[in-house]
Every structure is written in structure tokens, then in C-alpha cells.
């Protein structure tokens, strides 16, 4: 059996969990997600942002298959950093 602290974010019942994913197609890399919510967003060596948990880099595959779950306490942020995209390339799904 293995303890709850042990299973992987992604992995936990988090139905009521704020989730978010990008649509890298549409992001222009300006990396104000990043700037707003890094706990949430990191921007890559090939030019475009992308979804974590914890360490965790949600690129492969990104888009709706990188479906991250937002940490407590940085819902705010991450529904700022969705209004603030130049791309419109983030989705959030709660």
C-alpha cells in the first residue's frame, strides 16, 4: 500500500482541484505566467511556457494531455496569469 505523501499530485482525487493546461500552439512565450504564478508555469528552452507540479514539467506531451493541478493558495494567480496572457493559450479548469 502506498501512503497518501507518497502518491504523486497529479495522481490524488482532485476532482474539486483547480487544474490548468496551456495550448502551446497559441502561446507566444512572453512568459508572464511565469512571472505571475511560477509555482505553476515555467517557460522552456524552446520558447514557450508550460504547466508543473512541483518538479514535475508537463511538456511531454503538453497542451490538454499536460493537465497540471494548481497548488493551494495559487488559484489567484493562476487565473490572473490566464487573464494577463497575450496568447490566450491558458485554460483552467475548475
Given at each position: 500500500m502506498v501512503a497518501e505523501h507518497d502518491?504523486?499530485?497529479h495522481e490524488k482525487d482532485n476532482?474539486?482541484?483547480?487544474?490548468?493546461?496551456?495550448?502551446?500552439d497559441l502561446c507566444t512565450g512572453d512568459g508572464l505566467c511565469e512571472e505571475i504564478a511560477p509555482a505553476v508555469?515555467?517557460?522552456l528552452d524552446d520558447g514557450l511556457s508550460y504547466v508543473k507540479e512541483g518538479d514535475k514539467i508537463f511538456n511531454?506531451?503538453?497542451?490538454?494531455?499536460g493537465l497540471a493541478v494548481v497548488?493551494?493558495?495559487m488559484e489567484d494567480a493562476t487565473?490572473?496569469?490566464a487573464d494577463e496572457c497575450p496568447?490566450?493559450?491558458i485554460f483552467i479548469e475548475e
Open positions: 502518491v504523486p499530485e476532482d474539486s482541484a483547480m487544474k490548468v493546461w496551456i495550448d502551446q508555469f515555467t517557460l511531454d506531451p503538453g497542451g490538454h494531455a497548488p493551494d493558495g487565473r490572473e496569469s496568447g490566450e493559450c
